[in-house]
């Protein structure tokens, strides 16, 4: 198998894998959604202690340290991806699947305006159409919810912060996911210790089979991390671009034929506006890769790659 393929059979796998987290989360209930990131946090970084172990990477950690820089934006990146964590976690968990599979749709439109407003980026004009058709979107799902999608929201948000702060790193995926695992974890181990201490620690009094479950949650974590770290090095960023499209598709169809969520026409309505301010912010940014060579703005390539929105789940 050439690399080419084996990089596209990775980046399918991660997406997909992301993807079918709806089905996973479930799993862990009655443990709820703050306990259960509490045990995410802890066994993704056992797991990624062990993982430093086996490749000798722990010197990477003490240069992330030893830069300031990355230092505080690795740890503005692990508080807001325990925040994205938390709000997927809970909406899965409390029957907002579509409102999550929205939130990681509009992300890349999200990662562009945060271009414009924190890097002072200048857009070009089918990037502004696409952000003005997303805007629309937004303004006929909250019609229908009578809210805001907050979910969607904040995931969109959160992750395109994320992404933001993390290429301000460079940091490896292994790297990376434990740092960021560091700076949660004592949250994390307090949450759990007072948890027990009150008596209200579900997930040690359901049994060693659900604690054994809790501690999936770390592989569930790295895995598609892995592969989508696989993938990245092997195939060009506007081919993964695309194929991070597949994980809130797979979340859209099993919100509606899995766990059948409503699905009335004015939310049909706003999810084809989403859909459309995705094909022409694709569209537009693989036509700006491909001017990189002859570019006729100083900035297209690099909008474009923000574009992609690309970062963990």
Known sequence: MSEDRRGLLLGVLAFGLWGLFPLYWPLLEPTDAAEILAHRVVWSLVLMVVLLLVLRR?????VMWAQTRVRYAMMGAGVVIGLNWFTYIWGVNNGHVLET?????????VTVLLAVAVLGERLRRWQWV???IAGTAVIVLSLQLGRPPWISLVLAFSFGTYGLL???????PVEGLTYEALVLVPFAVGYLVWLSYVAKASGW???VDHVALLATTGVVTALP???FAGAANRIPLATLGLLQYIAPTVQFFLGVFVFHESMPAIRWVGFAFVWLALIILTIDSIAAIR???HPTTAGDATVAEKSTGLAVR
């Open 205 to 207: 009094s359901h049994g």
């Open 101 to 109: 599979s929205l939130g990681y749709y509009i992300n890349p439109l």
């Open 291 to 293: 001017r990189r060579t």
């Open 225 to 227: 991390l892995l592969c």
């Open 166 to 172: 993390k290429k301000q790193t460079a940091a490896g």
């Open 58 to 62: 722990w010197s990477a950690l003490r």
């Open 130 to 132: 696409a952000l003005t």
